[in-house]
C-alpha cells in the first residue's frame, strides 16, 4: 500500500509540474490564406496549426494577435512578442531573431510595367534607371535590398502599388508569389526580367522573448516533426504543396554575439 501511494505521488506531482511549467506565449499572425489567416479571433491555416501542435506537445500555449509585420518586427525587437510565423530571414533579422526553418522554398520575383512605360527590363541595371515601387518592410530578395533606395517608392499596402502602376506614378512594381502576385497579373505587362532564389521559410522566437529558453525544444521537435514526415500533412489539408527540407540544416544553435 505504501508503495503504490508512492507511485501515485510521484504520477502526481509529475503532471502538476507540466501545469507549473506551462507557458502561455504571444504570437503573431497576419492575413495570408491559406498558409496563415485570422478569423473569428483565431489564427488559422497550415503555418498556425503547425506552431500550435509544436508548442502544445511542449505543454504551452499560444495566444494569437493579429498585427501587420512591420509592428510585428518592431515588437520582437523589444520583446514583445514570442513567436513570428512564415518568413524570410536576413542578416538585420537575424540580430534579433532565432529562426527555425520549417519548409525550403524558391522564389521567383516578377516586375510589372506601368502602361506608360515602353522600354523592357532586363536586369537590375535596367531598373536603377526607373522608378519601382515595393511595401515597405518587406523582403523580396538581397539582390533586390542592395537596389538604390533613390530609385524605389516604398507603400503600405499592394492595393497601393496597383493603383500607383495603374496611374504610371511608378514604372515598375516588385512582386511574387508571397506578395498578392495575383493583383498584377492580367492587368500589366510583365517585364521579361525575374529574379529566382532559393528562400527556404522559418518560424523564429525574438531573442528578447521569455520564450527563447524554450528554442532548442522547439528546433529539436521540429527537426522530429520533419525527420518523421509530419509536417507535409498540414499542408496537404489546406491544399498546399511543399518541398522536402534538410533536418541537418534546421535546428541552429544560437550564441550571444
Given at each position: ?25 504571444v504570437a503573431h499572425c497576419r492575413d495570408y490564406p491559406p498558409d496563415l489567416y485570422f478569423q473569428n479571433d483565431k489564427c488559422l491555416g497550415a503555418v498556425p496549426e503547425l506552431v ?206
Amino acid at each position: 500500500m505504501k508503495f503504490i501511494s508512492v507511485i501515485l505521488m510521484i504520477c502526481i506531482t509529475a503532471t502538476l509540474s507540466n501545469y507549473v511549467f506551462a507557458k502561455d506565449f504571444v504570437a503573431h499572425c497576419r492575413d495570408y490564406p491559406p498558409d496563415l489567416y485570422f478569423q473569428n479571433d483565431k489564427c488559422l491555416g497550415a503555418v498556425p496549426e503547425l506552431v500550435n501542435d509544436i508548442f502544445n506537445e511542449l505543454g504551452h500555449n499560444i495566444i494569437w494577435i493579429k498585427a501587420p509585420w512591420l509592428r510585428s518586427l518592431k515588437d520582437a525587437k523589444e520583446g514583445r512578442v514570442d513567436i513570428l510565423i512564415r518568413h524570410s530571414m536576413t542578416p538585420e533579422r537575424e540580430k534579433f531573431l532565432a529562426p527555425i526553418k520549417y519548409e525550403d522554398r524558391v522564389r521567383k520575383l516578377s516586375f510589372f510595367k506601368s502602361p506608360a512605360l515602353k522600354s523592357d527590363i532586363t536586369s537590375y541595371d535596367d531598373l536603377q534607371k526607373v522608378v519601382v515601387g515595393a511595401i515597405h518592410g518587406v523582403f523580396y530578395s538581397p539582390k533586390f535590398a542592395r537596389m538604390d533606395k533613390r530609385r524605389v517608392i516604398f507603400v503600405e499596402e499592394t492595393e497601393q502599388l496597383v493603383s500607383m502602376l495603374a496611374l504610371s506614378r511608378i514604372d515598375i512594381a516588385v512582386s511574387s508569389e508571397s506578395h498578392n502576385k495575383e493583383m498584377f497579373e492580367g492587368k500589366f505587362e510583365k517585364s521579361h526580367f525575374t529574379e529566382t532564389f532559393y528562400n527556404p521559410h522559418y518560424i523564429s522566437i525574438p531573442k528578447n522573448s521569455a520564450a527563447m529558453q524554450y528554442y532548442d525544444e522547439v528546433a529539436n521537435l521540429m527537426a522530429k516533426y520533419i525527420e518523421l514526415n509530419k509536417i507535409e500533412p498540414y499542408f496537404e489539408k489546406h491544399n498546399l504543396k511543399m518541398q522536402k527540407l534538410e533536418t541537418e540544416s534546421n535546428h541552429q544553435i544560437l550564441t550571444d554575439k
